[in-house]
């Protein structure tokens, strides 16, 4: 009498596949980050909760004791709120390591620029001098993206010795919890190189938005207008500055009012946004509000430097600031 023999695995409870293997055509093993500020890290604390190792590039050792204190400090949060164990917070920090050394990047699948600069000229030129430091270190097939939205991609890699593997990859923030990115394609990207930033962008749940290469593609030249347009009303005495939030919230279903959000990105960030779309365009819809350049040269950029148009404590937490009654 013959017997078949069948594999036990058969029988288990709950077979698990390994979605680099069976999912993925492309791996990614390590994912290098220049400018760790708060959409890097935010970007890098996603990164690592998937279980990828990150290098995040700063400019000094403050800087990336600063990076890492904030990546810690979020992870408690989720911590207390129950969404995450200590265990869990030790493995995530584990994968994380800041450098100011781009030969640190080597190895990286793909690295993702996002530094921040004051204006449109020293910007192109900074991230080109980026651009350059990462090509030095890493494989001619790996991937170099940025994550600004109102340089094309096409001017920042004209430079390289292989253009073909930069593209435009761009998380809103907080990058962790909006589900969509914008990917542009630059004149020199090839389609191995798109098709693989997609795909890396769907590991992270992330909904993919094609979009033509353009100056703000799709959220900045929404979102940066309106904000200016809420300066104008707030400016001519329309209504107050939590009325318009207010409007916006409860009117239009907005998460954050136009004035928390500018807050939130940096109202410099903002502002070098309508300059450099206006350059571009020469819309005048794109010509920064003179309160939002007031309140740059005072200083009250937002959260990071806890003023401006509204307050803010060490947490980042707004300051709700009583009414007087008459």
């Known amino acids: 009498m013959s017997y078949s023999v069948e594999p036990i695995e058969g029988y288990a409870i709950k077979r698990r596949d390994h979605p680099t293997i069976k999912k993925n055509r492309y791996e990614f093993n390590k994912v290098g980050i220049v400018g760790c500020g708060i959409l890097g890290q935010e970007i890098t604390r996603m990164v690592s909760s998937h279980g990828i190792d990150v290098t995040f590039v700063e400019i000094s050792e403050g800087k990336i004791e600063q ?6 400090n979020e992870l408690d ?3 207390e709120k129950w969404g995450m164990t200590y265990s869990e917070k030790r493995a995530i920090m584990s994968r994380i390591k800041g450098t100011m050394n781009y030969e640190d990047l080597e190895g990286s699948d793909i690295v993702i620029e996002s530094v921040k600069s004051r204006s449109r000229e020293s910007s192109v030129e900074l991230r080109k001098r980026i651009f ?25 890699s004209s430079e390289l010795e292989y253009p073909e593997r930069c593209v435009s990859l761009h998380f809103l923030s907080p ?21 693989k930033v997609c795909q890396f962008a769907r590991m992270f749940e992330k909904k993919v938005v094609p979009v033509i290469e353009s100056p703000g593609i ?31 919230k409860m009117g239009f279903g907005f998460p954050l009012g136009p004035f928390e959000v ?65």
């Open 67 to 72: 990076a890492l204190n904030s990546i810690s």
């Open 77 to 79: 949060d989720m911590i």
């Open 132 to 156: 350059r430091e990462i090509e030095k270190d890493i494989a001619p097939d790996a991937i170099i993206a940025t994550n600004s939205t109102t340089l094309v991609i096409t001017e920042m």
């Open 175 to 195: 990058a962790d919890k909006i589900p969509v990115v914008e990917i542009a394609r630059g004149l020199h990207t090839s389609d191995e190189t798109y098709d």
């Open 218 to 248: 799709i959220s900045t030249r929404l979102i940066a207008p309106l904000i200016n347009e809420a300066c104008e009303i707030y400016m001519e005495g329309v209504g107050r500055l939590e009325d318009i939030d207010d409007t916006m």
């Open 262 to 326: 500018a807050d939130k990105i940096g109202l410099d960030t903002i502002v070098r946004w309508l300059e450099n779309l206006y350059k571009e365009f020469g819309d005048l819809k794109y010509k920064a509000s003179p309160l939002l350049k007031k309140m740059v040269r005072a200083n009250h950029l937002g959260r990071e430097t806890l003023r401006g148009f509204y307050k803010y404590n060490a947490e980042g937490k707004k300051i709700v600031e009583k009414e007087e009654k008459d």
